[in-house]
Each structure stands twice: as C-alpha cells, then as structure tokens.
C-alpha cells in the first residue's frame, strides 16, 4: 500500500473509531472507546500518534482528546455530516 492509501486508510479508521464510539466514565473523568476490530497495524499507527490508547489484552481502545478532535476535523475533510 503506497503512503498516500494508507494515510487515508488511518484518517478513515480513526473517523470510523469515532462514529463507533460510546462514552464511559472512570473516577469521575469521560472517555470514549471503540471495538478494535480493525487492521492492526492501522491501529498501531494511531496509537503511535497519540490518537488512541490501547493495551494489547483489551479489546477496545480509547480515543484520546487529541484523537478526538482530529477525528471531526477528519470528518469536516470528508464531508461527513454528524447530528
């Protein structure tokens, strides 16, 4: 997969990670998670950028703050409209 594919291929999972998200709560502090069902090495990118959390046991991550706005400013990009 060239460079270009697979930079759209992690801004679509990390948008897709968003629009699948639900929001839990830990000691007072939210946070959104996400099935990890994608491909790995994707999600081990994203990670690497600080945009998800994961440990290599759960089977979810957490979207991080930062993930969380690059993720709408993704979907602005594509045009996605979310109500």
Not at 28 to 48: C, P, V
Not at 55 to 80: C, F, M, P, Q, W
Request: negative net charge; aromatic residues 8%.
């Amino acid at each position: 997969m060239n460079n270009d594919l697979r930079e759209k291929v992690k801004e679509l999972t990390l948008i897709l990670l968003y629009l699948t998200s639900w929001e839990e709560e830990l000691l007072d502090m939210k946070y959104r998670r996400s099935w990890k069902g994608y491909d790995f090495g994707i999600l081990d990118e994203l990670a690497d950028d600080d945009l998800i959390s994961s440990g290599h046991r759960s089977k979810s991550v957490a979207i991080t703050d930062a993930g969380i706005n690059k993720a709408k400013v993704l979907l602005k990009k594509y045009e996605i409209e979310v109500n």
